[in-house]
Nanobody, 117 residues
Framework: QVQLVESGGGLVQAGGSLTLSCAAS????????MGWDRQAPGKQRELVARIRPGGITTYANSVKGRFTISRDNAKKTVTLQMNSLKPEDTAVYYCKLTDWSTRDDYWGQGTQVTVSS
């Protein structure tokens, strides 16, 4: 059973930075796709960033140039560095793991990010 535990959310002023971290219990972490989704009140959950096992990254247009996703396979962690935060970045952020062998997706419990104007 895969477990994902996020940390690092909080309240920050517009223009500030936050770093989100996710620790995974997967035994095949280095082969898993990792990423972050977010869901704002009244909106659908959306992709924020993805990082493939080989390190290729994908970002939502709204966060390109401001957010950076990275992974540490030895520590089984994925990190989302968020800079130049905007009020519209306010959401619950979820860590996501994709097991390519089974096509199963797993999410963490979520961490709240609030950006004040």
């Amino acid at each position: 059973q895969v477990q994902l535990v996020e940390s690092g959310g909080g309240l920050v002023q517009a223009g500030g930075s936050l770093t989100l971290s996710c620790a995974a219990s997967s035994n095949t972490f280095s082969f898993n796709g990792m990423g972050w989704d977010r869901q704002a009140p009244g909106k659908q959950r959306e992709l924020v960033a993805r990082i493939r096992p080989g390190g290729i990254t994908t970002y939502a247009n709204s966060v390109k140039g401001r957010f950076t996703i990275s992974r540490d396979n030895a520590k089984k962690t994925v990190t989302l560095q968020m800079n130049s935060l905007k009020p519209e970045d306010t959401a619950v952020y979820y860590c996501k793991l994709t097991d390519w062998s089974t096509r199963d997706d797993y999410w963490g419990q979520g961490t709240q990010v609030t950006v004040s104007s």
